[in-house]
């Protein structure tokens, strides 16, 4: 008995499978290429990977830098802490030798009529070492907020609409709208009978302090500027 040879369709479809399973398989040279590159991928520089984010930071520091300096309040200043990325409204004054944060800047929104004071410092990081993916929270001022002078606002902080915060003030927690928002005015503390002076040794002027009147020392109750 002789076996039956395949017929033609059979022969023609076991040769179309062989075909597409050679194709489907990765050619050496395939296979050295996609390694090559690999490999040349793993021996770059993590520095030349961040790149972007070294020249932003670098801008974003120069552009700190101008405008802590720059005149304009109104127009120049807010414009290049704009560049930066800090998200200002409209009719925004920011003083001069303001600082806004120089690794999140992105982080600090300013909403529309806020005042920022002179030498104001706004920070939403607080670490060491290089920049992180992400800041230690977001400060958010609302719109018609006064700050004054020398103010430290720290990160994860939201003051409120309307909200005056009085010269020197260190803002560490949200601040609710309309209030007015800092420490005591300054009182007095004592009665110097010696002046401390270089003519006068430190110790002559501890012994020359006197307590002062308790009249006095409760200050004046009159309402004290911001």
């Known amino acids: ?26 050619s050496s040279a395939d296979s050295q290429k996609e390694s090559l590159t690999a ?5 770059v520089p993590p520095q030349l990977n ?3 984010g070294v020249l932003s930071t670098l801008f974003s520091r120069i552009f700190d830098k101008l405008a802590f300096i720059a005149p304009g309040g109104g127009s120049v200043r807010p414009w290049l802490h704009r560049l930066r990325g800090v998200k200002l409204g409209q009719n925004v004054w920011v003083a001069q030798m303001v600082y806004i944060d120089e690794l999140h800047p992105e982080d600090v929104e300013i909403g529309d009529n806020c005042t920022i004071g002179y030498r104001s410092s706004i920070f ?5 070492g290089r920049k992180r993916a992400s800041s230690s929270g977001k400060v958010i ?22 909200a005056v915060i009085r010269a020197g003030t260190v803002v560490s927690r949200n601040v609710s709208p309309h209030a007015i928002w800092g420490l005591p005015p300054a009182q007095l503390l004592g009665i110097a009978t010696v002046p401390l002076t ?11 302090m006197r307590p002062a009147p308790r009249s006095r020392a409760r200050g004046n109750t009159d309402m004290q500027p911001v």
């Not at 490999?39 to 021996?43: E, L, N």
């Not at 609302?142 to 430290?152: A, L, R, S, Y």
Request: net charge negative; glycine share 6%; aromatic share 12%.
């Open 198 to 208: 270089p003519e006068h040794s430190y110790e002559e002027f501890a012994r020359g």
């Open 124 to 128: 939403t990081h607080f670490y060491w």
């Open 39 to 43: 490999a040349g991928k793993s021996q």
């Open 141 to 162: 001022i609302e719109k018609d907020v006064f700050v004054g002078p020398h103010c430290v606002i720290l990160p994860n902080v939201t003051i409120g609409e309307g």
């Open 1 to 26: 008995m002789q076996a039956s040879l395949p017929s033609t369709s059979d022969q023609n479809t076991f040769l179309t499978d062989a075909d597409s399973l050679e194709s489907s398989r990765p």
């Open 50 to 52: 961040s790149w972007a």
